[in-house]
Structure formats: C-alpha cells, structure tokens
C-alpha cells in the first residue's frame, strides 16, 4: 500500500505536508515515497520467496539514478530495454549480470555494449537479431547468453497500445515456431541459450491473462529445460495497480465502479506459484508499474480558471509533456487538492494543461472543487510512466523529481531552465554568424 493521505484535509507524503514540497521547490514537481518503493519491493519479494527468482525492476516506468540506486540497494535486478538505460543502471550501481536486455530494436552498438558490460541475458525477438548477437559475441570472442521472447497470443484485457502478447502485436515469436528459433539459436556457435521470456502486456488488472499465457508456454518450456537445459523462466511485468480510490474515509464510491481493483502480489503469487515451482527453474519477474506506479504524483498549481458559456476549465502549470498517460493511453489520475478546497456548486469542468494541444487535458467533465490560481493540486499514481515519458514540446522544461523518505525529502533531479533547453544547439549558432 502507498504512503500518500489526507491529514485533517492536507495531503502528505509519508511525514512530509506535500503543500510546503510544492512550496519549496516549484511545480511541476514530481514526489515518490521511497517507503512506498520498498514496501512493494518487498511484497512481490516475500510472495515469490518459496522460489529461486529474481526481480528485475522495468526500468523504463521510471529511470531516475535516484531510484534506480534505491532499487539495486533492495538486491533489484533490472530489465532494461535500451542501451541508455543499462547506461543508466550501471552509473546508479546496479550490476550488469542482474540486467536482461529486452526490446525489438536493439542496434549493434547497444548489443555490443551490453555484451561488454556482460548482461545477464539478451531476450530476443526474432532471427536476425540472434544472428547480429552471434556475429558482435564472436567479433568480441565471447559467448552471448540469450533468452527467446514467445508471444503467447492472449488477450491481456488492457488498453491496445499496452498489449503486446497477442499476435497481431511486434513483439515476441509464436509458440508455433518456438522449437524451430531455438534449434537455430543452438547451432550459431557464440550464443548461450539461458532462458525463456514472454511478456503479455503493462497495466493487467486480473490474473487469468497471465495463468493463460504461463499455462501456454508451460509444455514448451518443460521440454526446453530438458533439450537446453536452460537457467530461468521470465513471466515478464504487466501487473496493474489502482489509479483512483479512497484516501480517506468517506470518499466517493464512484471511482470503486470505473476503476476495478487490480490483482495484488499476495494474489498474482498464490495462482502463479503452483504452476511455476515444479518447473524447478529460475523464474525471472520484470515488474515496472507495479513497484513504482503508486509510489509517485505530479503536483502542479492552478494558474487560471476560465469561463466559457459552455464549460469551466482549469488551467494547470503542467501538461501533457509533463505527464503523457492521459493522452496517449486515456489514462484517468485521480485528481487531489493538497489542501481543503471547497465544492463548486456549478458544472462539470475540464483540468487542463497549458501546451497548444486539445489532447492536453488530464480530466473532463470532472466534478472538480472550487479552485482559485495558485492552489495546488496532485495528480496521483503518477509514479510510472510519469516523468519518463516527459517531453520539451512547447519549449517547456522538464520537471524537478524529489523523494521523500519518512520525514526527509531528497532533490532527485534538479528543475531544468530555460538554458537547459537550448544546451545543445547553441554554440552551433556560431557556424550561421
Ligand atoms: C514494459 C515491460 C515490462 C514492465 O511492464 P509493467 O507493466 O510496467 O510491469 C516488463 N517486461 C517487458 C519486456 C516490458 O517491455
């Protein structure tokens, strides 16, 4: 469970009042509980205790040092799916042997740099991209370890832009030509094979998508255990988390309706450990959002409101370049006043950002309070996903992350300026002068 609430109608997290963070740092800021991130660290730990595992936290839900450094800390090893992030990993002091290399395009550059570094694994998603590894491992004069990604063709019931194990999707190889993949990948002379991954998609809200997907693989990866005697078993990420609910109680039962509860790890482990403990392999999880999605918000501050004969809106200092989900994904973050604010007896209205989009709104037709300019508001569960996706578009600098740990708060990542954003392009003015 997270550690943000509501105290006497002041939001805080952990020991911290989030409105003197605001304060003290500027919007939009991003604020994660570093309790929050080890309590589900943890959790998902203690679940899978009874089998040899290991975490392999999805970086790209959130790639800040900081929290990357927190993690590896917890004995956190890292999927990772470009060679920035192994970058990333390694400068946080993360270990290369506890990295898995997932992704469809990964070029020559990254694969030779992750064999170097000496990965863990490479998860592979088709023959040509086993034939580069074999080529870079014997320019190198090494062997590298790979694992295949198998698309199981299930329906992970999410949003289609999150679903990636059916076969219509990029990712991943079919059941149906898994023993001809692995044959070949046993004849190329600098390839280790080390495991079996699938990965069925992100924000998966009930179990039977992953029993279905693990159920399909189960008789393939038994044979491959015994023909290639293979480490590990990857069931991938994809475990859902709550974007709205009771921070207090007496909070409204409408979001109970639209946003079902998700799986929890107690859960997702009593149903998956039955299925994978006889395998008697490694089994690997890479969760993202399910460790750090409910472990962060985005708070911003009301900079205007405006009236229309048709609508209200209220016009935030954060916008879609700041936190995309809700564009890109229809993505609902519930919406919480840090401080008390009283109801609005008038209409619905619309929280939006100020970039030149009309997809730039977090909500509409929202019954939202009564807020003035200056107030501020946290845009919740917006740990995953969040920051990483942020953009300059609109020439907007990128936000200031901080972490909170008990009564301490840590500035994990400084507010970019108005130079930041021209770093690279303005000594090359000079060639024009
Ligand atoms: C994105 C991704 C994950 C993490 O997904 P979450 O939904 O954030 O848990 C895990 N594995 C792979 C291969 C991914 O692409």
């Known amino acids: 469970m997270h550690r943000f609430y509501l105290r006497e109608g002041t939001l805080y997290c952990e020991e911290q009042d989030l409105f003197e963070l605001a304060a003290q740092y500027g919007t939009p800021l991003y604020v994660y509980s570093a309790s929050t991130i080890r309590d589900n660290f943890r959790r998902l730990e203690a679940a899978f205790s009874p089998l040899n595992h290991l975490i392999c936290y999805a970086v790209k839900a959130n790639s800040n040092l900081s929290l990357l450094h927190s993690l590896a800390k917890l004995g956190s090893g890292f999927d990772i799916v470009s060679g920035g992030e192994l970058y990333r990993v390694l400068q946080a002091g993360g270990q290369a042997d506890r990295c ?23 998860n592979v998603e088709c023959e040509g991209e086993l034939e580069t590894i074999n080529e870079i491992a014997g320019t190198l004069g090494k062997k590298a370890p790979i694992a295949i990604r198998i698309n199981p063709d299930v329906d992970a019931r999410t949003h289609r832009y999150i679903s990636t194990g059916k076969t219509h999707n990029k990712f991943g190889i079919g059941l149906d030509r898994a023993g001809e993949i692995y044959s070949y990948a046993a004849r190329l002379p600098n390839l280790q094979i080390r495991g079996i991954q699938t990965h069925i998609g992100s924000q998966v809200l009930s ?35 709550v974007y709205a609910e009771a921070l207090e109680s007496g909070s409204p039962e409408w979001w109970q309706k639209t946003h079902p509860t998700p799986i929890t790890f107690e859960e997702y ?20 959002r399910s460790i750090i999605g409910n472990a962060g918000v985005l708070i911003t501050q009301v900079v ?19 936190l995309i989900r809700p564009a890109l994904y229809e993505a609902f973050h519930q919406v919480v006043p840090l401080k008390p604010t009283p109801p609005h007896p008038g209409d619905l209205a619309d929280l939006v950002g100020p970039v030149c989009e009309s997809g730039d709104f977090f909500l509409q037709d929202a019954k939202l309070p009564d807020l003035k300019p200056g107030d501020y508001l946290a845009l919740m569960s917006a740990g995953a996903y969040g920051f990483v996706m942020s953009s300059h578009y609109n020439s907007r600098p990128l936000a200031a992350e901080v972490l909170v740990d008990g009564s301490r708060s840590f500035l994990i990542r400084e507010r970019e300026s108005w130079k930041d954003l021209i770093r690279a392009e303005s000594a090359l003015l000079a060639q024009f002068q």
């Open 269 to 288: 482990a009593a149903e998956l450990l039955p299925l994978l403990a006889p395998l008697g392999l490694k089994i690997l999880f890479e969760p993202g």
């Open 304 to 322: 205007q409101i405006k009236k229309n004969p048709a609508k209200r809106f209220v016009i935030v200092d954060s916008g879609m370049n700041d």
């Open 100 to 122: 898995v290399f997932a992704g469809v395009g990964k070029t020559r550059q990254e694969i030779q740099y992750a064999i170097e570094q000496g990965v863990y694994c490479f």
């Open 207 to 241: 179990i039977q998508p992953f029993l279905e997907a693990i159920q399909k693989l189960l008789p393939f990866v038994k044979q491959l255990k015994e023909d290639s005697s293979i480490e590990f078993f990857s069931v991938g990420g994809g475990v859902g988390i």
